[in-house]
């Protein structure tokens, strides 16, 4: 014999005297309280619930929903994608560091810096001996020219797919979530707002791409070397060895733009060139552009969902506890994790935006806080090897000694050198100082957090060609040093053809010149033999 439901029976003592409206009214509301809880189960109830809706008697009995929804088991997938994603938001972020500061001074003596070269030497190394032990020389090689091509030059795979990204969630935003707007939460003024910022994001971006970063050439050679001195610490006057003239301070040589570039920061794939003095400014424009386009597009996805839980009537819904028999309003997380699991898609673009936005945002403050201490990516690794110098007590300082009486006598027992003074053109008496801390060093560089700002967005004027038009000229020049090396190539081997047709002519000519040598020693030596037959043969015989 079969044990009747205790649901049942309490549902029957509790609601027996309720109207079917009222029952019906209590059933939509505990379904929505229970699918807040459960999404999976709730999108399988709801879809039984709209089945019912339309019948004419519309007969549907609370214990009937609570039993049915008591056989579908509990399901957490949402909660195993959302621990999912952040643990891949925290590996994703470790391995990014580890990339970019393991190779600090301050960092690569310890697990951080070993882990670095376990991810930049001995992974790579192991998956060349792999490849190599299992599909072959010659196919490591086209994989080699690939990876050289995609990683160590310049192409535009990055620029391409931050275009299709930006703009695929673009579209998907207008076409999902415009028509929420205008809302409880949006106003219609946002009608203006979205289409000024699309095109910001787009402009700003060109403009980055675009731009001369501030390539030295031999134009403008002059005016870097009068404007940046060296500091003799971290720059030191020396020639490129790849672009044949002389490297200005802040400068340095950028193997994938094959140019030197003036106050070079770094190289940005994502822009598809370095970035440099000329289009600094225009960098952060793009990044404080693309942070404030994705907290914008963030928010609007928020309001969209706050007003669709007014639309929906969320805010008047409640949760009924199956054991105690109360009722509770639902809370605004739980009414907003079940708005994101029924439209997805303005989720994932509203989730999407709000890390990018994030991201670029640390990013942003740190290029802007190098730039207020008027220094430079590629400079702050050479300031920490200086630093670390100065730990280890290996940097000294010459110091100007002023003469007295006991300059001449610590001149005789060495501790003093004789330096020529180019300003006063005189010879003068210095000293090595050992540096005891950092801060003795100065930079020349710095000229103030303000002053450093203005060198960056406004830049002084030192000659660099339009972006349209330097890109134009770098096109000429890399076919000009390729028909060079064709060039090249042509007369060696055409030197190499005639210098072996010079060598067998002349093999063959001092052959011959043997042959008619040996010839004539044997015509020699037979004439000798007659004339010594000539000799016997006069001798009288006896």
Same mark, same amino acid.
């Given at each position: 014999?079969?044990?009747?439901?205790?649901?049942?029976?309490?549902?029957?003592?509790?609601? /027996?005297?309720?109207?079917?409206?009222?029952?019906?009214?209590?059933?939509?509301?505990?379904?929505?309280?229970?699918?807040?809880?459960?999404?999976?189960?709730?999108?399988?109830?709801?879809?039984?619930?709209?089945?019912?809706?339309?019948?004419?008697?519309?007969?549907?009995?609370?214990?009937?929903?609570?039993?049915?929804? %008591?056989?579908?088991?509990?399901?957490?997938?949402?909660?195993?994608?959302?621990?999912?994603?952040?643990?891949?938001?925290?590996?994703?972020?470790?391995?990014?560091?580890?990339?970019?500061?393991?190779?600090?001074?301050?960092?690569?003596?310890?697990?951080?810096?070993?882990?670095?070269?376990?991810?930049?030497?001995?992974?790579?190394?192991?998956?060349?001996?792999?490849?190599?032990?299992?599909?072959?020389?010659?196919?490591?090689?086209?994989?080699?020219?690939?990876?050289?091509?995609?990683?160590?030059?310049?192409?535009?795979?990055?620029?391409?797919?931050?275009?299709?990204?930006?703009?695929?969630?673009?579209?998907?935003?207008?076409?999902?979530?415009?028509?929420?707007?205008?809302?409880?939460?949006?106003?219609?003024?946002?009608?203006?707002?979205?289409?000024?910022?699309?095109?910001?994001?787009?402009?700003?971006?060109?403009?980055?791409?675009?731009?001369?970063?501030?390539?030295?050439?031999?134009?403008?050679?002059?005016?870097?070397?009068?404007?940046?001195?060296?500091?003799?610490?971290?720059?030191?006057?020396? !020639?490129? !060895?790849?672009?044949?003239?002389?490297?200005?301070?802040?400068?340095?040589?950028?193997?994938?733009?094959?140019?030197?570039?003036?106050?070079?920061?770094?190289? %940005?794939?994502?822009?598809?060139?370095?970035?440099?003095?000329?289009?600094?400014?225009?960098?952060?424009?793009?990044?404080?552009?693309?942070?404030?386009?994705?907290?914008? /597009?963030? #928010?609007? %996805?928020?309001?969209?969902?706050?007003?669709?839980?007014?639309?929906? /009537?969320?805010?008047? $819904?409640?949760?009924?506890? +199956?054991?105690?028999?109360?009722?509770?309003?639902?809370?605004?997380?739980?009414?907003?994790?079940?708005?994101?699991?029924?439209?997805?898609?303005?989720?994932?673009?509203?989730?999407?935006?709000?890390?990018?936005?994030?991201?670029?945002?640390?990013?942003?403050?740190?290029?802007?806080?190098? $730039?207020?201490?008027?220094?430079?990516?590629?400079?702050?690794?050479?300031?920490?090897?200086?630093?670390?110098?100065?730990?280890?007590?290996?940097?000294?300082?010459?110091?100007?000694?002023?003469?007295?009486? !006991?300059?001449?006598? $610590?001149?005789?027992?060495?501790?003093?050198?004789?330096?020529?003074?180019?300003? !006063?053109?005189?010879?003068?008496?210095?000293?090595?100082?050992?540096?005891?801390?950092?801060?003795?060093?100065?930079?020349? #560089?710095?000229?103030?957090?303000?002053?450093?700002?203005?060198?960056?967005?406004?830049?002084?004027?030192?000659?660099?060609?339009?972006?349209?038009?330097?890109?134009?000229?770098?096109?000429?020049?890399?076919?000009?040093?390729?028909?060079?090396?064709?060039?090249?190539?042509?007369?060696?081997?055409? #030197?190499?053809?005639?210098? /072996?047709?010079?060598?067998?002519?002349?093999?063959?000519?001092?052959?011959?010149?043997? #042959?008619?040598?040996?010839?004539?020693?044997?015509? +020699?030596?037979?004439?000798?033999?007659?004339?010594?037959?000539?000799?016997?043969?006069?001798?009288?015989?006896?």
């Amino acid at each position: 014999m079969s044990k009747k439901s205790p649901d049942a029976n309490r549902g029957n003592n509790v609601y /027996g005297n309720w109207s079917q409206e009222e029952l019906f009214d209590i059933a939509k509301q505990y379904i929505c309280g229970l699918s807040l809880h459960y999404p999976s189960i709730g999108i399988m109830v709801i879809s039984f619930f709209i089945e019912h809706y339309f019948f004419p008697k519309r007969e549907l009995s609370l214990c009937a929903v609570k039993i049915l929804i %008591c056989q579908f088991p509990q399901s957490r997938s949402h909660k195993d994608l959302v621990g999912f994603l952040v643990l891949f938001l925290i590996a994703f972020g470790l391995v990014v560091f580890i990339l970019l500061f393991g190779e600090g001074p301050s960092l690569r003596h310890g697990p951080v810096g070993k882990l670095n070269r376990l991810l930049t030497e001995n992974l790579p190394r192991a998956i060349s001996w792999v490849l190599l032990h299992t599909i072959g020389q010659s196919n490591v090689n086209r994989l080699g020219r690939s990876w050289a091509y995609c990683c160590e030059s310049r192409n535009p795979f990055l620029q391409v797919f931050f275009v299709l990204l930006s703009s695929a969630s673009i579209v998907s935003f207008l076409y999902n979530a415009l028509p929420h707007i205008p809302g409880p939460y949006l106003h219609k003024i946002h009608y203006f707002f979205i289409p000024a910022q699309i095109i910001s994001i787009y402009l700003s971006y060109y403009l980055a791409c675009s731009v001369n970063p501030g390539i030295i050439t031999a134009e403008n050679l002059q005016k870097h070397l009068d404007y940046y001195k060296y500091d003799g610490l971290i720059y030191k006057a020396k !020639t490129c !060895t790849t672009c044949k003239m002389q490297k200005p301070a802040r400068s340095k040589h950028c193997s994938m733009c094959k140019a030197c570039v003036g106050r070079l920061d770094h190289h %940005c794939a994502w822009i598809n060139r370095c970035v440099g003095e000329n289009n600094q400014r225009y960098f952060f424009l793009f990044l404080f552009t693309l942070v404030e386009f994705c907290a914008y /597009g963030a #928010y609007l %996805c928020f309001q969209v969902y706050r007003g669709m839980i007014i639309e929906w /009537g969320l805010d008047k $819904a409640f949760v009924h506890n +199956t054991t105690t028999g109360e009722r509770s309003i639902v809370s605004f997380r739980r009414a907003f994790l079940y708005v994101l699991h029924q439209d997805r898609i303005i989720g994932a673009i509203g989730i999407l935006a709000a890390v990018v936005s994030a991201v670029v945002f640390i990013f942003f403050v740190y290029q802007l806080y190098l $730039a207020g201490r008027g220094i430079t990516t590629n400079e702050a690794f050479k300031w920490e090897l200086v630093e670390e110098s100065v730990d280890r007590g290996e940097l000294f300082k010459i110091v100007p000694v002023k003469p007295s009486s !006991t300059t001449t006598t $610590a001149l005789e027992e060495k501790k003093y050198l004789k330096r020529y003074n180019k300003a !006063t053109k005189k010879e003068e008496e210095v000293e090595e100082k050992k540096i005891e801390s950092f801060e003795e060093i100065e930079n020349i #560089y710095d000229k103030g957090f303000l002053g450093n700002l203005k060198e960056v967005f406004f830049p002084p004027n030192l000659g660099y060609l339009p972006g349209h038009v330097h890109a134009l000229y770098v096109l000429i020049r890399e076919r000009e040093e390729k028909a060079q090396e064709q060039r090249l190539i042509h007369q060696n081997q055409a #030197y190499s053809h005639h210098q /072996g047709q010079g060598y067998h002519q002349g093999q063959g000519y001092h052959q011959g010149q043997a #042959y008619g040598q040996q010839s004539q020693a044997y015509a +020699t030596q037979g004439q000798t033999y007659d004339n010594k037959g000539q000799t016997y043969g006069s001798v009288p015989t006896q």
